[in-house]
């Protein structure tokens, strides 16, 4: 995504995730996106990006954060949107209807927006459907299970077939396996030898 986000209009949205992930999301993010967890008057946690006008609120309820407010407005590159909002949206399963409004100087469709759905932490919004895909096999990987396993240990989504980018990403992700572990292999031997 090489434009500038002018704002994001939400239509609806659902995400909730576990407290300590939301508490680590700074320091996981680090340079890419600088963002800073700070606990408003309210007791909200707010997560915003530094320097920028985008924010997530969070309510607090034991161990978990509800999502409960958005706002995303003049996002350089669309960063806060895809690393921090799409990326926690399609880790944790969540749901987003919304209107990307991006910069007129470098919008060059009709339309001056683009709407965005993720649903159960599925999307085919670019970037962030190979997200969804790495993370559904992350999961399926770490489960032993199939690609459509939650990794939550509850009940589990029926199997769906994977898309095509899908498919791509798992033969790079298999191609990937395999020339590290030759790597490896390359250099225990290179190692051994006197």
């Given at each position: 995504?090489?434009?500038?986000?002018?704002?994001?209009?939400?239509?609806?949205?659902?995400?909730?995730?576990?407290?300590?992930?939301?508490?680590?999301?700074?320091?996981?993010?680090?340079?890419?996106?600088?963002?800073?967890?700070?606990?408003?008057?309210?007791?909200?946690?707010?997560?915003?990006?530094?320097g920028q006008d985008s924010f997530l609120r969070f309510h607090l309820e034991a161990d978990a954060a509800?999502?409960?407010?958005?706002?995303?407005?003049?996002?350089?590159?669309?960063?806060?949107?895809?690393?921090?909002?799409?990326?926690?949206m399609v880790r944790f399963q969540g749901d987003l209807r919304a209107r990307v409004v991006f910069d007129p100087r470098d919008n060059t469709s009709k339309e001056p927006w683009v709407e965005v759905s993720?649903?159960?932490?599925?999307?085919s919004w670019p970037g962030l459907a190979t997200q969804s895909?790495?993370?559904?096999l992350a999961h399926a990987a770490a489960e032993g299970g199939s690609v459509g396993a939650s990794g939550e240990g509850g009940e589990q989504p029926p199997e769906e077939p994977l898309t095509a980018e899908e498919e791509e990403?798992?033969?790079?992700?298999a191609r990937a396996e395999s020339e590290?572990?030759?790597?490896?292999?390359?250099?225990?031997?290179?190692?051994?030898?006197?």
């Open positions: 995504m090489g434009s500038r986000i002018e704002t994001v209009e939400v239509l609806s949205f659902r995400l909730e995730l576990p407290r300590h992930a939301l508490e680590r999301l700074p320091g996981e993010l680090g340079s890419a996106v600088p963002v800073r967890l700070e606990r408003d008057e309210d007791g909200t946690l707010i997560l915003e990006q530094q509800e999502l409960v407010e958005i706002c995303v407005s003049q996002d350089t590159q669309g960063a806060f949107f895809q690393k921090v909002l799409g990326a926690l993720v649903e159960n932490g599925r999307t895909a790495a993370v559904r990403l798992s033969r790079l992700l590290w572990q030759e790597y490896q292999r390359l250099k225990r031997q290179r190692m051994q030898k006197p």
